[in-house]
């Protein structure tokens, strides 16, 4: 069955980078596009960058523009999220998702458990 | 502020349908697909609806979606307890070349 599962997260202070990880198993990771969306504490879901199946197109909202970077190992079936220039507002359980598509994908939809980053001082 | 728009709040009681509205614009929901999660408590979200109106398997057919211009809905019919959890809408916007959520609405079943 598919599988995703996030690392990497914890407490970091203000200015400090963090890179998240997200093991996928269970389905041939190399064709499907892959996201992150964060949800703050008790508050909605936040898209954050997505990146094709190949890698060769990566998208970013504008909150993380510049600061953050996606990439992906086809070889590993490993999905990152480098932070850099981490801020309070970036305090929020990171999820990993798969898609067969970035604009209009299909059923094809799954999500990880979440991983929760911390940003405090 | 979300990009979409959805209210914060609904409520039924067992039985009743219940619809969740979700407002955008042309740069998504007027030229894209919508989506809708559902989010159970502690739990990460799960797909319930995608392109407008198509259920993945697995998800019961009192779930469906519609889409008008730049707004979209989620209709539940015959409510039932376990679809107390929170609702997101999602499209992708072309001028911000990202995907957008809407703010996310608690249903409650009374």
């Known amino acids: 069955q598919v599988q995703l599962v996030e690392s990497g997260g914890g407490v970091v202070q203000p200015g400090r980078s963090l890179r998240l990880s997200c093991a996928a198993s269970g389905f041939a990771f190399s064709s499907y596009a892959m996201h992150w969306v964060r949800q703050a504490p008790g508050k909605g879901l936040e898209w954050v960058a997505a990146?094709?199946?190949?890698?060769?197109?990566?998208f970013y909202a504008d909150s993380v523009k510049g600061r953050f970077a996606i990439s992906r190992d086809n070889s590993k079936n490993t999905l990152y999220l480098e932070m850099n220039s981490l801020r309070a507002e970036d305090t929020a359980v990171y999820y990993c998702a798969s898609t067969d598509g970035v604009a209009t994908p299909g059923y094809f939809d799954y999500w990880g458990q979440g991983n929760l980053v911390s940003v405090s001082s | 502020q979300s990009v979409l728009t959805q209210p914060p709040s609904a409520s039924g009681t067992p039985g009743q349908r219940v619809t969740i509205p979700c407002s955008g614009s042309?740069?998504?929901?007027?030229?894209?697909?919508v989506y809708w999660y559902q989010q159970l408590a502690g739990t990460a979200p799960k797909l319930l609806i995608y392109r407008n109106n198509q259920r993945p398997s697995g998800v019961p057919d009192r779930f469906s979606g519609s889409k008008s211009g730049t707004s979209a809905s989620l209709a539940i019919s015959g409510l039932r307890s376990e679809d107390e959890a929170d609702y997101y809408c999602?499209?992708?916007?072309?001028?911000?070349?990202?995907?957008?959520f809407g703010g996310g609405t608690k249903l409650t079943v009374l």
């Open positions: 990146i094709l199946y190949d890698g060769s197109n990566k």
């Open positions: 042309s740069s998504n929901i007027g030229s894209n697909s």
């Open positions: 999602a499209a992708w916007d072309g001028s911000l070349r990202g995907r957008v």
